[in-house]
């Protein structure tokens, strides 16, 4: 699988990956979407117990945190992190069935795409990456987006608790992504979220948020 960190890519194996997890092992978070990389970055800040990968496609997206998570520590570098290149349509199978728990945050594109419309190719390769029994926590806005509103986003229905629990429920199980949770988030908990996309959101009155809570497996 391909790392980066700031400018330079490097592909490492899954015996390369496993040694790096190993202290830590089995806490592994997995943040899918990553977009820029805040999240996981903080995460990783605050959990030293814990190893974080974060995931992307779009690899400039990862520069900027991954260049400042190789320094020293003193100049903010983290050694339990580590920042992949990957699409939900490729995952890595070096990180198969490694994460204990995972994060989608606001997620975009064909990630977005496949949660909502529940794909069964999306859902079984979120499940891939964790062990049974693992916690998956999903945030969903589909309308924080100006007008134009983007193309992707256009024929989407709108992701209510309701259309979690009567429309994804059971796909979803079928995948192996068994719903514990939906509700609506409020404005504090968005706000504590930590994303650039969340930020933006802190600042302006969207329709609110969806948080799903499921388990990988029947756990």
């Not at 605050?46 to 990968?53: E, Y």
């Not at 949770?181 to 600042?203: F, N, Q, Y």
Request: proline fraction near 7%.
């Amino acid at each position: 699988m391909i790392i980066v960190r700031g400018k330079q890519t490097e592909s490492i194996d899954r015996s390369r990956f496993e040694a790096l997890v190993a202290p830590f092992s089995p806490r592994v978070t997995i943040d899918l979407g990553t977009g820029d990389g805040r999240f996981a970055y903080r995460y990783a800040q605050q959990h030293l117990d814990r190893f974080v990968v974060g995931i992307d496609p779009v690899r400039e997206n990862l520069r900027e945190l991954s260049a400042r998570a190789a320094r020293r520590p003193s100049r903010g570098g983290v050694s339990n992190l580590l920042y992949v290149v990957a699409s939900i349509e490729h995952v890595p199978p070096e990180l198969a069935g490694s994460a204990d728990e995972m994060y989608i945050t606001l997620p975009w594109g064909s990630l977005m795409r496949g949660l909502i419309l529940a794909d069964g190719g999306v859902l079984r390769a979120v499940a891939s990456l964790a062990r049974p029994g693992a916690a998956l926590r999903i945030v969903l806005n589909t309308r924080i987006f100006d007008d134009p509103v983007p193309i992707e986003v256009r024929d989407l229905p709108d992701v209510t608790p309701f259309f979690v629990w009567e429309t994804l429920a059971a796909p979803y199980t079928d995948c192996g992504l068994v719903i514990r949770d939906a509700r609506w988030m409020d404005a504090d908990e968005v706000a504590g979220i930590e994303t650039t996309w969340a930020k933006r959101l802190s600042h302006r009155s969207p329709p609110p948020s969806v948080y799903i809570e499921a388990t990988i497996g029947d756990g």
